[in-house]
């Protein structure tokens, strides 16, 4: 049975591993066992502190003596750093890893980074509330990729993060902003996020704290919280986020101290010492075979219960492998062998836990251990930071509420005015970065209100405001983290601030925990910045001045005012919303809009859909309809993100390859093979780029890809797919199946060997952009996605637009497509539609793009302004104007773009629409999408749907019933100028 069970930990340790590297770990754990002795083996369990902080000297006090003592004699087997200067920190690692007869495990609590434990030399990350308020999990990614680079710079192997508990108890005292907040979505996806941008470069991921630390009122360092929740409730909610990532593989978990009588009722018994909670729920309920830690058993959480320890031995019984701090080694190891003299716990237990131990090292490099080297290394470790803290905050930063026009944007002038701009500093006593942009940029006075201030002064300060300035910016600075006593926010401070909201045209920046803002939840206009310092401040300003946008969404509830995800969308300042009549609409005459679309829901053309009409650069109407599927389980929100089939054919695509030309890096009169060597030698080497643009290469419309690797049933082949993913299979084509990485050359073969039609006959073709998307890939040396990401998506602005939308967002910010029968055989929501996209991983030139509505305006109207959106050039005019014209004697095309039927005029079913003009540029999509642009009326057309739900492209009601054409039309119809 130990046998077994020491097998499947091997699968799980090393499930992207081949069965050689396998096989290594295994002999490399039982050669190093046979060479401990029975203390040693205990030891391995145990990783133990190297430093403390003296609050009151603000200097840290290093165990480095006691620790090699114990490594001498024990031979523990793992160490937590905590503060220190980087430098000292990774000359005492290296010493005691020269000693250590056996490698250690070096580990930290650096949730925000490194800097959360070396403050003073390196800057910390944004806590993990900040980055929950951003919208796109890929930075969840990128952010876990920085603190593992900073994680193996110093010399460690893991990193008790991400924190994966949802925060749904505001007054939480330990959590709180360590959370990625409340939804118990957001949090699993960017805890996976986080997890894998670590685990991916090289440090192991620790998910904590199980099974759920976010409902508590007490902080466990100090006493045992108590969760009275059903298992019902539990499964629901706090268990959520671990279950997908424990099927994510997380590589360890942190057990919390918690007393929940749900899963076991045992008194003062926390769930770090429960094996109700350690091995019933978790290892056995779950499935997790991971590396556990404890919480640290120096809390009093545990420690007040079980001292002197007993905690250790506790630990063990309930399952864990590694004990997190647990005080006096000697007397623990005594504890231990004295239980297992008394049979509750054995040998074979030590052995199994001391192999797991032993195939991490393994696994995260320590048979191969090389010296820190010391040089450069606070400038190495805080090199990324900054510009991580930047990104974060410009994504981040959350616009709660407006009212007052004057503040959005609020420029610099170019000439101040005098007793205009006035900047009142809550909780700070000289100048911050931000005020002193607000004395540069704006020639403010500056006041100042700490919190030992009383009220005698708010009075005459109210009124002195009030009379002298026209514009007010209060920013609340050096607020508590934690929510004890209002986070230590005066209450002559709060009425300040209440007062001026009230009473002045004031805007307010709330610089740290979003919780704080109960305070102001009737403030006109006010924005949640999470934390306060000077890039957050700074780029505040920046938000304030509309050289950025807000793109956050508050990742908690705050008060009835400011819910989960409220957040006013970024369109306020770049497509400017207004009323239909003001943007050359007649109101009227757009109301037959709702009766078509609601017609098209009612009888089944699409349970749902979103509209948009941008008139004149301005957003005149933009209305969600209908549900995401029949049910009518959730309804369409303006911000649901949708597949869009074929758009992604110049939204992607056409426009990368616009660029391209921009750039003279391709020339529409070359070949395929001047670009794609793999092309060279077959009948599609000298396929000419221009008439790939407009479909006339002669290319087969559609390869059903997929129908080789099913069998008669449908069902897909277990020699070309997996249900997990590994090094073999990584392709994700769906939930639970991946495709055999070898087969992506299969289908460029197939592409290859595809019958040609003769060059000149228009076949609209998907493998077009295949070959296009392509291009741009050996062109720009970027895959498609990053390149139309840094190229046109981030510098626009967009939050949505992008694809693998799994990755970066909620799975309830996501519409489904089709519940495919045959070939992925499940609803799909978040993978592309199109299955040959699917199969390239979710990025092909012709397939693979999500958006909401917005995302794709912006992205029209920078086409529609001629390659400029917002002060920026992204294309140049010329280019623009050439892409979109008729280049085809034998069909409507433009290079890349789907154009008006030339005969429109006399056609029974004018296509796209009777009135769109000859200039007007756009595409559909398969899914149920459209968007087009006419540079004649100035005009966007974005018609968003899953009408392939849930039965796929056999429901043509959509088409038949001429949806999009008759809301095309009745734009036209209604407008005045």
């Known amino acids: 049975m130990r046998k077994h069970y020491l097998l499947l930990l091997v699968i799980v340790l090393f499930s992207k591993f081949s069965v050689a590297q396998n096989s290594a770990a295994t002999n490399w754990a039982d050669s190093v066992f046979k060479t401990l002795s029975d203390e040693e083996r205990i030891a391995q369990l145990m990783v133990v ?56 495990l070096m580990c930290i609590d650096a949730e925000w980074g490194v800097g959360m434990r070396m403050i003073d030399s390196v800057l910390p990350l944004p806590r993990q509330m900040m980055l929950g308020a951003v919208s796109d999990a890929g930075i969840a990614y990128e952010y876990g990729k920085i603190v593992a680079e900073q994680c193996k710079r110093v010399g460690l192997q893991v990193n008790y993060a991400p924190v994966v508990d949802v925060n749904n108890n505001p007054n939480n005292p330990v959590i709180n902003d360590r959370s990625f907040g409340e939804d118990k979505y957001k949090v699993a996806l960017f805890g996976i996020q986080y997890m894998k941008g670590m685990q991916d470069n090289g440090v192991m991921a620790c998910a904590k704290h199980f099974p759920g630390h976010g409902d508590v009122s007490v902080d466990s360092h100090y006493d045992l919280p108590v969760i009275n929740k059903s298992m019902a409730q539990l499964d629901s909610l706090e268990l959520y986020p671990f279950k997908e990532i424990f099927k994510a593989g997380i590589g360890s978990v942190m057990i919390a101290h918690l007393a929940i009588p749900a899963i076991d009722n045992t008194a003062n018994k926390p769930t770090s010492i429960s094996k109700n909670n350690v091995t019933e729920l978790m290892r056995n309920q779950l499935g997790y075979q991971g590396l556990t830690f404890t919480d640290a058993l120096e809390m009093q959480g545990v420690k007040k219960f079980y001292p002197d320890g007993a905690a250790s031995v506790e630990s063990l019984i309930a399952g864990n492998d590694m004990l997190c701090l647990p005080g006096d080694v000697p007397l623990a190891i005594a504890k231990i062998k004295a239980a297992i003299a008394d049979k509750k716990l054995s040998w074979a237990d030590i052995e199994m836990h001391c192999k797991k131990v032993l195939l991490a090292k393994y696994q995260y490099g320590l048979t191969t251990l090389k010296p820190i080297n010391t040089d450069n290394l606070t400038n190495d470790l805080n090199s990324k930071v900054s510009a991580m803290r930047k990104l974060i905050a410009e994504n981040a930063l959350t616009l709660l509420q407006k009212t007052d026009d004057v503040f959005f944007p609020l420029p610099a002038p170019v000439k101040p005015i005098a007793n205009d701009v006035v900047y009142v ?63 230590g926010l005066s209450a002559a401070a709060v009425e300040l601030v209440t007062q001026l909201q009230q009473q002045t045209t004031a805007i307010t920046f709330v610089f740290g925990n979003p919780y704080a803002i109960k305070n102001w939840c009737s403030a006109k206009n006010i924005i949640a910045c999470y ?139 070359k070949t395929l093979g001047d670009y794609l060597p793999w092309v060279k030698g077959s009948n599609k080497e000298n396929l000419l780029i221009e008439n790939i643009l407009l479909h006339q290469a002669g290319l087969v419309s559609y390869i059903p890809f997929y129908k080789e690797t099913i069998d008669s049933a449908g069902n897909p082949s277990p020699k070309y797919y997996a249900t997990t993913a590994s090094d073999s299979f990584s392709i994700r084509v769906a939930q639970n199946l991946f495709m055999r990485n070898a087969w992506r050359d299969t289908l460029y073969q197939r592409i290859l060997q595809s019958p040609l039609a003769a060059t000149g006959k228009y076949i609209y073709s998907d493998n077009d952009f295949i070959f296009l998307g392509k291009i741009v890939e050996a062109v720009s040396g970027q895959t498609l996605d990053e390149y139309a990401k840094t190229t046109f998506y981030t510098p626009l602005g967009l939050t949505t637009t992008g694809f693998k939308p799994r990755e970066r967002f909620t799975l309830n910010r996501i519409i489904p497509t089709e519940r495919e029968k045959n070939f992925r055989q499940q609803l799909l929501r978040g993978d592309v539609h199109d299955p040959g996209a699917a199969m390239f991983g979710g990025v092909a030139g012709h397939a693979g793009l999500f958006s909401n509505a917005y995302d794709l305006a912006v992205i029209m109207q920078m086409l529609l302004n001629g390659g400029s959106f917002n002060g920026k050039k992204y294309l140049n005019t010329e280019t623009v104007k050439l892409f979109t014209a008729y280049h085809s004697e034998i069909s409507r095309r433009g290079y890349g773009f789907d154009k008006p039927e030339k005969d429109n005029a006399t056609r029974p079913e004018p296509y796209p629409t009777l009135s769109a003009s000859p200039l007007t540029f756009g595409h559909t999509g398969f899914t149920g999408t459209c968007t087009w642009a006419d540079p004649a009326h100035q005009l966007i057309f974005i018609f968003l749907s899953n009408r392939v739900n849930p039965e796929g492209g056999d429901n043509r009601k959509l088409l038949n019933m001429n949806v999009r054409p008759k809301i095309h039309e009745a734009i036209y119809k209604a407008i005045v100028y």
């Open 425 to 487: 500093s809550v909780g700070a006593s000289s100048d911050n970065a931000f005020a002193k942009r607000m004395r540069t940029d704006y020639k403010a006075d500056v006041f100042y209100f700490n919190y030992n201030q009383d009220a005698a002064r708010i009075l005459s300060t109210v009124a002195l405001i009030k009379k002298r300035y026209k514009k007010v910016i209060i920013g609340i600075h050096n607020y508590s983290r934690t929510p004890a006593n209002n986070f």
């Open 531 to 669: 934390e306060d310092d000077a890039i957050i401040q700074n780029t505040a300003i920046d938000l304030l001045q509309g050289k950025i946008t807000a793109k956050g969404k508050l990742p908690v509830t705050v008060c009835d005012n400011y819910q989960y995800g409220s957040g006013i969308a970024a369109a306020g300042f770049f497509l400017p919303r207004t009323n239909p009549d003001e943007a050359g609409l007649d109101p009227v005459k757009l109301n037959v809009i709702d009766s078509i679309v609601n017609d098209a829901i009612e009888k089944g053309a699409t349970p749902g859909g979103v509209m948009l009409v941008v008139k004149n650069s301005k957003i005149a109407y933009h209305k969600a309809y209908g549900h995401y599927t029949y049910d009518k389980a959730e309804p369409v929100q303006l911000e649901s993100v949708f597949d869009m089939a074929s758009v992604t054919k110049i939204c992607a695509t056409t426009i990368s390859v616009m660029k391209l030309y921009d750039e003279g890096k391709i020339d529409l009169k």
């Open 49 to 104: 502190r190297l430093s403390t902080y003296d609050a009151k000297t603000k200097t840290a006090i290093f165990y480095d003596k006691q620790v090699e003592e114990l490594i001498k004699k024990y031979n523990v087997g793992g160490i937590c750093v905590f503060q220190g200067s980087p430098v000292k920190q990774a000359n005492i690692i290296n010493a005691l890893q020269a000693q250590a007869k056996t490698p250690i």
